[in-house]
Every structure is written in structure tokens, then in C-alpha cells.
């Protein structure tokens, strides 16, 4: 089935003329990603495969994007120059251009959902919730470039499909990607600026933009919300899929600034721990380093490993509302007599509490 062709207040500088300008901001931030991937690699020669096999095909999907971009461009505005009639005819690249937008996206976000699951206090239904949207996102950018292979050629594919007939695509689309950067993004910034607050060192303007912009993904958003507002404007236009090819290539900036930079600590957190008898540790099978009781209901070296992996997603950690206490109870047995006779044991009971820096024996 395919839509046929108008041209209705369509120019080449509001179709091919925004698809120019957006592929030479695009391909400004394509030079940056690669600076940023060489970056990578020179620091984390020996990171997560989880993370390194995230970074590569990111890449070759950025590239094949890339690729196709500027092939669309070079068919219509300097192959094509002196034959203006080409321009009804589409072009391989100009139809995979939005399928490979979206999937190189989409590549960079299993490293952004799980950053938000070692976020504490995240609920695990937010992270449900920015997997369901982000899969709508990409259901609806799936049905755009299906109407977008119907469609005889791009002034066709704007005005009939994203006009006229089916603007609720690109809506969806944008509807989506909003929603899960403000799942992604506001638990980002909030733990952030959680973070912040119990720090004390001073951070210049540049870091500070660097982690609030950057880091969490607030540049993404709002350029997001910004083509969203173009497509609502001005649907029959090509503004909106010019700021799509520059929020692609954000999403891969933003991925690779989180995962190269350490700029979010942790905040130190705090712990009950509690040692419990001798006769307690021995009928257990063991030594029980951090007992039942401990208000972070974790161990100690499974609280290391948690935070360790949390570091490496650069997730910012809130501190906990409990003040810094360990609990240390001993139990001593002494056993008294001479040889043959019977022995006596006497058992002894000691504890000391370490708390904010000071020691009470008790």
C-alpha cells in the first residue's frame, strides 16, 4: 500500500534544509562520542563485559545512524541537485533513518535502568515503569517507520501520515520518551541534589552543570521536550526529525559521560551491627559478622559488593536516616580448677557501642 505524494506548504529548507542542519549538529556530537568511546576504553580497559558489550554496539548503531544521515542528505541535495524530480523517490538510508535512531537509543538504555534500580529508595515499579514506556516509545517509532516505507517520499510521509492522518505516532512517540525521562532523569537529579546537601565541598559551575545537565540526562530531556513542542507546532514540517537525529547522539553522550566519569560519590551510610554471644556464633555453624538485628538488613560483604557495582553505574547513593552505631557484644567463658578435680566455668558479659566517633564501654 502506498500514500500518495503533496506537496502542501512543504519547502526543501523545511524538509531536506532541517534534515541538513540537524545532521551537522549531529554529526558535532558524533565527533564528541567518539573522543568520549577512545576515553573509555583508555580508562576501563577491564570493565564489566556487561558494560563493554552496552559501549560497542551502541557505537556501531550511532554510526550506522550516522551513516544513513548523511547519505540521505548527499542523495537529495548534491546527487540529485540539478534533478529536482528525485526527490519524489526515497532512498534506503532515508528509511531506515528513524529505525536506526531508535535502536541506537534504545542500546544505551538497559545502562540507564539499571542505574535507576541501585539508586536507593527507587521502588522497583519505577523501574518497571520506565521499561513499559520506553518499549511503547519504541513501538510507536516502529509504526512511524513502517508508514514512513509506505509513504512515496518525505514530504508525503509528513504532511499525509504525521499531519494529517496519524499524528497520534509522533505524539505517542514524544508522550513516551517524556514520561521515562521524568522517571529516569527526576530520580536522577533528586538523588543528586540529595547528595549535595550533606556534602560540603564546593564544586565549580562546570561540574555542577556536568552533573545536573550532563549526568542525568536533563539535557536529553529537555531537547526531547523541545522537539516534542516543534511536532506539535509545526507537524507537516521536518524541524522535529532534525532535533531527533541531535537527541539521538545525546543519549550516547550522556551514556558514555556516566560511564567514563566518577564524578558521583557515595554518601557514607549507617549501620546498627550487632556481635552476638559465643554460644550464639557456635550454634549457627560460624561467625556471624553483622547479626540479625542490623537496620541495613544486608551483610557486610554483600552491602560491599552492592555498592561496588552501584559505584560502577556512577548510581548517587542517599545517606540513611539512621545515625552511624555499632553494637559489639562479647560473651567470655573461663573455665577455673585444678587438673582432676572438677572445673568450674564462669562466663563473663561485655559490650561496647561505637557511636559518631566515640566509644562507650558499657
Known sequence: ?????????????????????GTFFSLVLYGLILHQTYRYIRLHPHDYTYIQVLVA??????????????????????????????LLRKVWSLNALILTGELSKISTFPFFIRRLYFIPGNSIYTVVLST???AVDLGFSLGMTIRLFQSTDLATFLTVVIKDKETYLVQGKFAA????????????????HRGQKTRKERKSVADLCMLYVVNTGLLVSVVDVIAWIIA??????????GLLLVTVKLYMVTFLAVSSDMTITFISFSSTRSLNSRQQLLARGGIDIFGTDSTTERNFISRAQLLATAERYNAPQLPERAPTRIDIKVATEVEEGDAGEDSLSRTSHSSMIIEEGKVVRM
Open 132 to 134: 513499559v514506556f520506553l
Open 57 to 86: 554496539s551502541s557505537l556501531i548503531l550511532e554510526t550506522l545512524h550516522t551513516v544513513c544521515t548523511m547519505h540521505a542528505n548527499y542523495h537529495a541535495l548534491v546527487t540529485n541537485y540539478f534533478n529536482p524530480i528525485a
Open 1 to 21: 500500500m502506498s500514500i500518495t505524494p503533496t506537496f502542501d506548504g512543504l519547502t526543501v529548507g523545511n524538509t531536506y534544509g532541517a534534515l541538513l542542519l
Open 177 to 192: 520518551a517524556v514520561a521515562t525521562h521524568i522517571m529516569l532523569t527526576g530520580s536522577l537529579v533528586y538523588a543528586v
Open 232 to 241: 506539535s507546532v509545526q507537524p507537516g514540517t521536518g524541524w522535529w526529525i
